[in-house]
């Protein structure tokens, strides 16, 4: 009975932050529509070390299917090579201003290379908190081939059916503590009846390091820069470094999402099947490209 009122009041309180959460941050009404969609199955190209190796030995697995990429991607050859339909972001430091002198060269460059290199219709999703900064809009403006669509990464805790109701309604999502999150959660929005992923490793563990002096690094490890990166502290939306029990609340936060993720697509009946090699999501269906071939 204790545990039953216990947990009766978690979901009543992590409701209430949720409506709150809305009332004051989401935007009500967002059309998701992407103009690029073609397919009713969409592989999602994580940046993770083993994306290019499994690009390369298995070719055909991104015929006939919608092709989405994430954050720094339009920044290498790949880009190009596949064109993708649709790009999301979440990441804070893409479009702030009041960040680390290094994030906004990172971020300047990431949206030059898409000004440059699109030259296809491409739908591009970063979060509504984006609208109101304008530089990186007035990078993008020149190309009419780039569609700017906004989304709703509010978090939404509490009572299941409350929850689906927001996703359905586009309101929010699972804490997005990793982009892997819209990309499901939008995707879903979609109606793509099946969401494939590669590169999506999340194999950050193995990388945590704590100096001397109490310094937490994390090598994040991409497939275009696995032989060079070092690690480096985390940052918290563009600036300052995050601790131990930060990083792993973070961690923690992303990989449960995944499971109110998969639970949500049964619910519609949609199959989420991670293709990733040695991936450390537990959420979703592994499914091996070999026996696919």
Known sequence: MILQIQAFLKHLGNTIESVIRIVFLSKLRLDL??????????????NG?????DLQNYPQFTKGKDLVCVNHFPKTPLYEKLKPVIYITGAPDLWLDDIEEKYVEQSKELFDAMRQKTNWPLSLYIPYEAKKHMRWQKQLEEN????????????????KVFNYWCFKKNLGMPRPHNVMIPCFMISLALGYQKIYIIGADHSWLPEITVTDTNEVLISQK????????????????GKGKRTLP????????????YFVIE???????????????????????????????
């Open 33 to 46: 529509s992407s103009k690029g969609k073609e397919n009713s199955e969409i592989l999602v190209l994580g």
């Open 222 to 237: 991409h497939f275009y820069d696995r032989e060079t990166v070092r690690g480096e502290p985390l940052d918290k939306r």
């Open 263 to 293: 639970e949500y697509a049964k619910y519609k009946g949609v199959k989420i099947l991670n293709a990733t090699k040695g991936s450390f999501i537990d959420a979703f269906q592994k499914i091996d490209l070999d026996k696919l071939e």
């Open 246 to 257: 930060e990083i792993l609340h973070k961690f923690m936060t992303a990989f449960s999402g």
């Open 144 to 159: 009419s081939h780039i569609s700017i669509i906004f989304y709703n990464n509010i978090p939404i805790e509490g009572w």
């Open 49 to 53: 070390p083993s994306l290019q190796d």
